[in-house]
T-cell receptor
Framework: KQEVTQIPAALSVPEGENLVLNCSFTDSAIYNLQWFRQDPGKGLTSLLLIQSSQREQTSGRLNASLDKSSGRSTLYIAASQPGDSATYLCAVTNAGGTSYGKLTFGQGTILTVHP | DAMVIQNPRYQVTQFGKPVTLSCSQTLNHNVMYWYQQKSSQAPKLLFHYYDKDFNNEADTPDNFQSRRPNTSFCFLDIRSPGLGDAAMYLC?????????????FGDGTRLSIL
């Protein structure tokens, strides 16, 4: 059964700092990995999607990497801003087993960027 | 423009009183999903529709049902809500199942049980 773990559970940084969020998964049979942002009381906003054949994706100040063989992904946020404060979730789309085609989520990292 | 729309944003119901949550999409996607997310937890898939085919997760309680009358709409029915059903309910869509298709989420409905 696929398990997704995110470290750290919470992170507090001063504005302007570069930071890295980590995600690991136990089963490398995946189609892709997505990073989502969730603001309090809101739904999920997709930030980046990396296909299993890709190594990284970039969008603005965000860069996500994927090492499928080792079951790891990182989300790098450059020059953090208070508006980046949110919960960041990673999720994999499973390519096998009973969870075929379905997302398995991590528990999320709560990010706080203080001025 | 919102592509996956959930109504209402907030729903309050009484213990045991049936409640229906609504989701609509303008993406014409084949697959619609319902997730339950409790406080500080990861979203948990309840079921999904691939077109008209309903797929229930093995651990989804019988109390939870779903309807998809057409491509655009999908409903989540909770027949007899208990206090443990208070959560955020998220609807998502994807063009197809798996095969690298991203899921698009709505803003969710927060359900409270009195």
């Amino acid at each position: 059964k696929q398990e997704v773990t995110q470290i750290p559970a919470a992170l507090s940084v001063p504005e302007g700092e570069n930071l890295v969020l980590n995600c690991s998964f136990t089963d490398s049979a995946i189609y892709n990995l997505q990073w989502f942002r969730q603001d309090p009381g809101k739904g999920l906003t997709s930030l980046l999607l990396i296909q299993s054949s890709q190594r990284e994706q970039t969008s603005g100040r965000l860069n996500a990497s994927l090492d499928k063989s080792s079951g790891r992904s990182t989300l790098y946020i450059a020059a953090s801003q208070p508006g980046d404060s949110a919960t960041y979730l990673c999720a994999v789309t499973n390519a096998g087993g009973t969870s075929y085609g379905k997302l398995t989520f991590g528990q999320g990292t709560i990010l706080t960027v203080h001025p | 423009d919102a592509m996956v729309i959930q109504n209402p944003r907030y729903q309050v119901t009484q213990f045991g009183k049936p409640v229906t949550l609504s989701c609509s999409q303008t993406l014409n996607h084949n697959v619609m999903y319902w997730y339950q997310q409790k406080s500080s937890q990861a979203p948990k898939l309840l079921f999904h529709y691939y077109d008209k085919d309903f797929n229930n997760e093995a651990d989804t309680p019988d109390n939870f049902q779903s309807r998809r009358p057409n491509t655009s709409f999908c409903f989540l029915d909770i027949r007899s809500p208990g206090l443990g059903d208070a959560a955020m309910y998220l609807c998502a869509t994807s063009r197809d199942l798996g095969v690298g298709q991203p899921q698009h989420f709505g803003d969710g409905t927060r359900l409270s049980i009195l």
